[in-house]
């Protein structure tokens, strides 16, 4: 079984920065693809970020310029670096791992606000 754990999430106000960190129980080239989804109260699960094998990168409109996904394979870890932070990014964020199966990490909470 894999296991995804977040860590980094917060309070942060309005325009600061977050660093959200998922690390895999096994070496995630295993995985096709790792990247983080959000979903806010009453809403969706919605896609973030991903990061492939290959270090191709793909963000939702709505966090591109200010969000940035890397990954680091020694360390098993992904990372979300999230800046210029706005109250609409508050949400529960969780890793996201698609091999030959799906695997969800249990969610960091990120909340933006004065």
């Known amino acids: 079984q894999v296991q995804l754990v977040e860590s980094g999430g917060g309070l942060v106000q309005p325009g600061g920065s977050l660093r959200l960190s998922c690390a895999a129980s096994r070496n995630i080239f295993s995985f096709y693809a790792m990247g983080w989804y959000r979903q806010a109260p009453g809403k969706q699960r919605d896609l973030v970020a991903l990061i492939t094998t290959g270090s191709s990168t793909n963000y939702a409109d709505s966090v591109k310029g200010r969000f940035s996904i890397s990954r680091d394979n020694a360390k098993n870890t992904v990372y979300l670096q999230m800046n210029s932070l706005k109250p609409e990014d508050t949400a529960v964020y969780y890793c996201?791992?698609?091999?030959?199966?799906?695997?969800w990490g249990q969610g960091t909470q990120v909340t933006v606000s004065s």
């Open positions: 996201y791992a698609r091999g030959g199966t799906i695997y």
